[in-house]
T-cell receptor
Framework: AQKVTQAQTEISVVEKEDVTLDCVYE???????LFWYKQPPSGELVFLIR??????QNEISGRYSWNFQKSTSSFNFTITASQVVDSAVYFC?????????FGAGTTVTVRA | DADVTQTPRNRITKTGKRIMLECSQT?????MYWYRQDPGLGLRLIYY???????NKGEISDGYSVSRQAQAKFSLSLESAIPNQTALYFC?????????????FGPGTRLTVL
């Protein structure tokens, strides 16, 4: 069985603050993939990143960065210098061969 | 044009009515999925299909049925809708044989059952 836990239900920050979203996962597979998706108020799911279990390098893409630590089964996501447009629900997900298991999501509200 | 489309985008119906949600894709993917999203629960898998002749139940299939009419089309039916099926429904597709199983999502259908 596999499971994804996003313990933070809601986070509220003021614009330009950094915000870190936690994601902890459980799986018995040695090969797996982790994803982050963004769901803005309009409702669609926007793919942000994919990371495989053999690549523990951190990644930065603009104001977004991801920290993958296999030792603690965590794949955390940081938004640097947050903006109002970052307000959304963010989902962490884990996949084996066919199934995507999603966390419950973290709602991020960025206030101007 | 969008690669994965869902119709309708919004639907309000009454308890006991039969409802069909449709999904079409132009990505040429073999695998298709239906998920529902509820606040605080993330997305949960209802049904999935690896090809036209293959249909499988997901974790919450009770009260739902599906039909894979063609490689590009995968429909979800609620035979007799009930209020706790009010949710946001997503269709997704992925390529067969791809180990990382990247799924591409439709825009979602917001269903309200009164």
């Amino acid at each position: 069985a596999q499971k994804v836990t996003q313990a933070q239900t809601e986070i509220s920050v003021v614009e330009k603050e950094d915000v870190t979203l936690d994601c902890v996962y459980e799986t018995r597979d040695t090969t797996y993939y982790l994803f982050w998706y963004k769901q803005p108020p309009s409702g669609e799911l926007v793919f942000l990143i994919r990371r495989n279990s053999f690549d523990e390098q951190n990644e930065i893409s603009g104001r977004y960065s991801w920290n993958f630590q296999k030792s603690t089964s965590s794949f955390n996501f940081t938004i640097t210098a947050s903006q109002v447009v970052d307000s959304a629900v963010y989902f962490c997900a884990l996949t084996n061969d066919y199934k995507l298991s999603f966390g419950a999501g973290t709602t991020v509200t960025v206030r101007a | 044009d969008a690669d994965v489309t869902q119709t309708p985008r919004n639907r309000i119906t009454k308890t006991g009515k039969r409802i069909m949600l449709e999904c079409s894709q132009t990505k040429g993917h073999d695998r298709m999925y239906w998920y529902r999203q509820d606040p605080g629960l993330g997305l949960r898998l209802i049904y999935y299909s690896f090809d036209v002749k293959d249909i499988n139940k997901g974790e919450i299939s009770d009260g739902y049925s599906v039909s894979r009419q063609a490689q590009a089309k995968f429909s979800l039916s609620l035979e007799s809708a009930i209020p706790n099926q009010t949710a946001l429904y997503f269709c997704a597709t992925s390529m067969a044989g791809q180990s990382y199983n990247e799924q591409f999502f439709g825009p979602g259908t917001r269903l309200t059952v009164l």
